[in-house]
């Protein structure tokens, strides 16, 4: 896995914020809209609903980087 897209998914989010909308962790993975969805279908990411919003914990994006980085060690 490319280490520049490790460190843009795991960066601190700058305006402090800790829930992220989708398009904004498709941004950061470089992944499809459909992907973010299929891995939280799949319980893979982490996400909560707020309403009828799904957001994702900024600790969810860097749980879900690190598990494939300890993967592609195995």
Do not use: C, H
């Amino acid at each position: 896995m490319n280490e520049k897209v490790i460190l843009n998914a795991t960066r601190d989010v700058e305006d402090g914020t800790q829930l992220l909308t989708v398009p904004e962790v498709m941004k950061r993975l470089r992944i499809s809209k459909w992907k973010v969805y299929e891995l939280i279908r799949t319980k893979k990411l982490g996400s909560v609903l707020i309403g009828k919003s799904r957001r994702i914990p900024v600790d969810a994006i860097r749980e879900y980087v690190m598990a494939l980085w300890k993967e592609s060690f195995a």
